[in-house]
């Protein structure tokens, strides 16, 4: 079946499904019915090796989880989320400080970029209130 979206033209073939009839029986608005289903295929589990919060492990074709590491080599996952923390609270301190610095300069220059405009159009009050404004961010 051939689709266009936003102008791009590709060919979409649904996916053929595997009907069967079952043995129940209904009756709509007085007439009999017969249900169907749809046969379920297994479908296989991508293989691939993982980590979760510091723990490794892998995953089978059956989507059964295997683990890669020994139990007695691993680090418990608290304990290991306690020293990445540790080593993670100066440089996020460090962030939000940059992040407040350039939200303070951005109301700054916002403020100013209004008094000129006040200037411009001789508004005096708007003017007073607006250099109030600037001394109270400063």
């Given amino acids: 079946m051939k689709l266009c979206y936003r102008g ?27 249900f169907s289903y749809v046969k379920h295929l297994p479908i296989t589990q991508p293989i691939g090796n993982y980590t979760y919060r ?17 139990a007695s080599d691993r680090q418990p996952v608290l304990q290991a989320e306690r020293t990445a923390a540790g080593k993670g609270l100066p440089a996020r301190r460090h962030l939000l400080q940059e992040a407040a610095e350039a939200h303070r300069t951005s109301i700054q220059q916002s ?27 400063v």
């Fill in 8 to 34: 791009v033209d590709y060919d979409y073939n649904p996916p053929s499904l595997e009907v069967r009839e079952s043995e129940l029986t209904g009756s709509y608005r007085g007439r009999p019915i017969k």
């Fill in 54 to 70: 510091g723990v490794s492990y892998s995953t089978n074709c059956h989507g059964q989880i295997e683990s890669s590491t020994a």
């Fill in 111 to 137: 403020t100013q970029h209004r008094i000129e405009v006040a200037r411009a159009q001789g508004n005096d009050q708007l003017l007073k209130q607006l250099e109030a404004e600037l001394h109270q961010v």
